[in-house]
């Protein structure tokens, strides 16, 4: 579950940018929507415990994250959230594979050297990525490049799945295929699922949305 009240924040001494209040149940999918300047990428930060708010209240996945310190926000990233970015930033030295098991490796999973092998053989199999398994990140295409960061993002099951922009640069077609990859996914993991985006073509296909008005002083520092 995701629930938002009352929150702002602000870069340095310039005006707090605020954002409406919301609730995702568990399972559910949300778009959070927004152009450019409106705050949504300060926002998906925000509840992803990367930025500290000024005010208000952000509980993710049962946990008001306001009562957590900095080590406690890593290993409940690591445990909790699931993150597929606008850019992979895959580790370039390691294979697709050791790229989809570090994260878990690092938030400590209970899964077993053997299942987690397992597990990640069976995403990149079912996400059409499986003969890149053992290959570098950059030996991929774009698009194989985001099959692999959702596979990275649910490797280690997480409770909620955020994903930045994932249709800015693809066409009608394209944009159907990896929403539907997405919600397949992470309604088989039983994931939340919240997608942050400007592409308003999403917009008809979600009941429950936050759209997020111009309210920004400062669009410089806040997409």
């Known amino acids: 579950m995701i629930e938002v009240n009352d929150l702002s924040f602000s870069y340095g001494g310039n005006a707090a940018i605020a954002f409406p ?6 399972g559910e999918k949300l778009l959070l929507l927004g152009d ?25 996945a049962g946990v008001d994250l306001n009562s957590l310190n900095d ?11 699931g993150i597929v970015f606008q850019q992979s930033h895959f580790v370039q030295s390691l294979t697709v594979a050791e790229n989809l098991s570090l994260p878990a490796l ?36 774009v698009g194989e490049q985001q099959r692999a960061s959702i596979a990275r993002a649910l490797v280690h099951e997480p409770s909620v799945v955020f994903v930045d922009e994932p249709t800015s640069a ?6 159907a295929s990896v929403i539907q990859l997405l919600e397949d996914e992470t309604e088989k993991a039983g994931a939340t699922l919240i997608i942050v985006t400007h592409d308003s073509r999403l917009k008809t296909r979600y009941k429950d949305r936050v759209e997020l008005s111009r309210l920004v002083h400062n669009p410089l520092n806040a997409s």
């Not at 409106?38 to 509980?59: A, E, F, V, W």
């Not at 406690?72 to 959230?81: A, N, S, T, V, Y």
């Not at 693809?170 to 944009?175: A, E, I, M």
């Open 21 to 26: 209040n919301f609730k995702c149940n568990r």
């Open 71 to 81: 080590r406690q926000l890593d290993k409940f990233r690591g445990r909790e959230l």
């Open 170 to 175: 693809l066409d009608d077609k394209s944009t």
């Open 106 to 141: 690092m938030s400590g999973t209970e899964m077993s050297a053997t299942e987690l092998k397992q597990r990640t053989h069976e995403l990149l199999e079912r996400l059409g990525v499986g003969h890149k398994s053992d290959v570098r990140p950059n030996d991929l295409s």
């Open 36 to 60: 450019s300047g409106t705050g949504k990428t300060t926002l998906l930060h925000l509840l992803c415990g990367l930025l500290r708010p000024k005010s208000g209240s952000m509980n993710v």
